[in-house]
């Protein structure tokens, strides 16, 4: 694994992510890893506000990572690009847009909590996006940490198959090292003061207390391999068992194709378990040679202009014409920076590029390597690399970078559907401009923050991913704006979806107002759609809508039966309850008439839209609320008020149990809970456990609000801003 030779550059290159749940230690990991690599002469330390990832003032002073950040490093011959996501739910969006572009990840867990609730959320996105993992339990260091105990939460919540392949040496004050199961070999810490220790790891012969249990889980490894293996199981068949080539090779391949994941231990904040973790990144996780090509569409629009649209694949290839995609931008004083993956081809400074998504010429003023908020410049940078450029204008993310002569669009990352809304307005009317100004550039930074104007009130309402979301984009204003901001109280979004449908409703648009008129004759079938979407869970999640057309004999012609799904979409802004968007219906167009002269496109828009919002009003409609899924971990002595809180929150108990090994006299609720209930649920929290109570919670989707409608208190679309901002 040391000083290896490649025949291509890009076997070297390691883009991976941390992801954890809040307070595992992300953060910890990825400064260790740039101290070990020598990128650092110093460690950063979270509660000291000396970290090089978490650079913004809020992330330091709030201790968390809000912003995701980019660092590069360079370990025994490999360069490692690597991405520091946040862990807190109301920033899952980041770590979408970080998972997007990456081809690998470590996934840290605390060894005493296992897996936590935003754990097991990473964990799926990281799955929807195919992005082979290795696990690091970290803070073995802790009273109450517990390896296997880590191992079986990871086995039972996430469903991989673990592959341990160390076994701790000692354990909480006393823990020093690890024996490596693949090599059988031990690796030690015995510096004195471990958190200054500045030496490597000593290599070493497996204590004779250990040898025995160490052969027990080499077997145990070996075993797991070879059922899952069919190279190691031939082996293992002939020989009995397997060598450490063998094994590695294996681990490699069930690590990449996501059959397995392999388990590492140690104490990031102690200095403990990182250089082994940087050699299973090197030995297990993939290069971009590893990945399959990229897919895209032609996008049309370069300079061939054929407007062809077919699946194109790029491969991992310098030489091939580019294909990037912009994953983040950041606005900063100096510049425009956009964070770049490049999938295929080559950039060099001055290169002028084709933006696919806006369709327009770019030009490459300067290309950065990143290390958070500092930046090194480069003449050039080529497939697999992850660079910052200056000089891009139109390019937001999820924007393809692709050469001119060989246009390429890349499906771009998700973008989280907003849940809560406040109305922000300057103090001072003479800063209406520059909050109009600041919150355009926080959006263009931030695609899951929206900005709107009530029609109603006028005010400008915020919208984002939660109540934490929200305060970090106003402070952000106020802090590098130098805005006095007001902001309203927080209000849910709301959604609106069929309870009981209508058939056969008929409209019909007739408009004559001298020269050509608008005729467009429609019948539309309105029903629940039989998966709707508030049974869909995870932030993100859009509005389900399905429209069909059972018109026969051509009395309704195409081109006016897409119109009228156009104005179908239309008319789902606004429910008939109170104004909140429409989901989870299935609109069904059954009949029509057209005329010879008077129909048109617009015509039968404008009969879709007015047609199926008079069909809603004649539909028994439900009102939806989101709900989340929130954990409190509470004194064993404080369960009952905090049940009897979260039902008076109109929370339903999903469950509830004893936490052991080291976190005697806990215990874990979980509870479904209506998003609207939970503002200022944290400091309800700590007076009922006196300061002892943490807890988290997720967005799972949406969930009938019971009657009377909260519309009148919470407000409509427009109403989720009433009230004066203060």
């Known amino acids: 694994m ?79 690009n690597l991405i520091d996501t946040p862990g ?70 996430l469903h991989p198959v673990p592959l341990v392949v160390q076994l701790p040496i000692g354990a909480e004050d006393s823990f020093t090292g690890v024996v490596d199961l693949v090599r059988l070999r031990a690796l030690t810490w015995t510096a004195g003061d471990a958190v200054d220790a500045a ?8 204590p004779d207390g250990l040898r025995e249990e160490a052969r027990r889980r080499r077997r145990l490894l070996e075993e797991a391999v070879a059922e899952l293996h069919p190279g190691a199981l031939e082996e293992f068949c002939a020989t009995g068992t397997l060598d450490a080539g063998t094994l590695a090779a294996a681990l490699r391949d069930l690590t990449r194709s996501g059959e397995g994941v392999v388990v590492l231990c140690g104490s990031a904040y102690r200095n403990r378990g990182v250089e082994p973790l940087l050699d299973a990144v090197l030995a297990y996780l993939p290069s971009p040679l590893d990945v399959p090509p990229v897919r895209g569409t032609h996008g049309g629009d370069g300079d061939d202009g054929d407007g062809d649209e077919r699946e194109r694949e790029r491969a991992a290839d310098p030489a091939a014409p580019l294909a990037a995609l912009a994953f983040k931008v950041n606005a900063t004083a100096t510049g425009r920076l956009t964070y770049l993956r490049l999938y295929s081809g080559t950039i060099e400074k001055g ?57 390429l669009v890349l499906e771009p990352p998700g973008v989280a559907e907003p849940v809560v809304s406040v109305a922000v307005e300057a103090r001072r009317g003479t800063d209406t401009g520059r909050l109009a100004s600041a919150l355009a550039r926080l959006v263009e930074e931030d695609p899951s923050l929206v900005v709107r104007t009530d029609r109603e009130t006028g005010q400008t309402v915020l919208s984002g991913m939660g109540e934490l979301h929200l305060e970090v984009a106003v402070e952000k204003i106020r802090r590098e704006q130098g805005l006095a901001v007001d902001v309203g109280r927080p209000r849910v979004g709301y959604r609106e979806t069929v309870g009981r449908g209508v058939s056969g409703f008929v409209y019909r648009h007739v408009k004559q107002d001298g020269g050509a008129g608008q005729f467009a004759h429609v019948v539309l079938d309105v029903e629940p759609l039989d998966t709707p979407d508030s049974a869909e869970s995870g932030p993100g999640s859009g509005s389900v809508f399905e429209f069909r057309s059972a018109v026969v004999g051509g009395r309704v012609p195409q081109e006016y039966v897409r119109a009228v799904e156009a ?9 008939p309850s109170g104004g909140h968007p429409v989901t989870g219906l299935r609109v069904t167009l059954t009949d029509g008439a057209t005329h010879v002269k008077d129909s048109s496109e617009a015509a039968f828009r404008t009969a879709g839209r007015f047609g199926l919002r008079d069909a809603l009003r004649a539909c028994a409609t439900v009102l939806l609320e989101p709900v989340a899924e929130v954990t409190v971990t509470v004194p064993e002595d404080a369960v009952g008020g905090v049940l009897g809180d979260l039902a008076a929150r109109r929370g339903r108990v999903t469950g509830s149990d004893t936490r052991t090994g080291g976190a005697a006299g806990t215990a874990t609720v979980t509870a479904t809970v209506p998003l609207a209930e939970l503002f200022g649920y944290a400091t309800r929290l700590r007076s009922r456990t006196r300061g002892r109570g943490t807890f988290t919670a997720r967005p799972v989707g949406y969930a009938p609000a019971p009657e009377p409608s909260p519309a009148s208190a919470s407000g409509s679309a427009s109403a989720s801003a009433s009230g004066s901002a203060r």
């Open 199 to 206: 030496e490597a790891a000593h290599e070493g012969s497996v």
């Open 2 to 80: 040391r000083n290896p030779t490649h025949a291509n550059p890009l076997a070297t290159v390691r883009n991976l992510g941390i992801l954890a749940h809040v307070d595992a230690g992300k953060t910890t990991v990825t400064e260790r890893i740039l101290y070990a690599t020598g990128t650092t002469h110093q460690r950063g330390e979270v509660h000291d506000g000396t970290t090089v990832t978490d650079f913004d003032p809020q992330e330091r002073d709030r201790g968390i990572t809000i912003f995701a950040a980019a660092v590069s490093c360079t370990w025994d011959g490999h360069r490692i």
């Open 351 to 407: 290169d002028t590029v084709w933006d696919a998504t806006a369709r327009r010429t770019e030009r490459i003023g300067r290309i950065l390597r990143v290390r958070a908020d500092r930046h090194a410049p480069l003449d050039r940078a080529v497939a697999g690399d992850i660079v910052a450029v200056v000089g891009l204008k139109s390019a937001r993310a999820g924007s393809t970078l692709c050469a001119p002569s060989a246009p």
């Open 88 to 157: 807190h739910v109301d920033f899952a969006d980041e770590v979408e847009r970080s998972l997007r572009v990456l081809d690998g990840a470590v996934a840290v867990f605390d060894a005493v909590a296992g897996v936590e609730p935003q754990s097991e959320s990473v964990w799926r996105q990281a799955d929807r996006h195919g992005v082979p993992r290795i696990a690091f339990v970290n803070k073995m260091d802790r009273a109450g940490a517990e390896l296997d105990a880590a191992v079986a939460s990871i086995r039972a919540r």
């Open 567 to 575: 104005g179908c979409r239309d008319a789902l802004a606004e429910g």
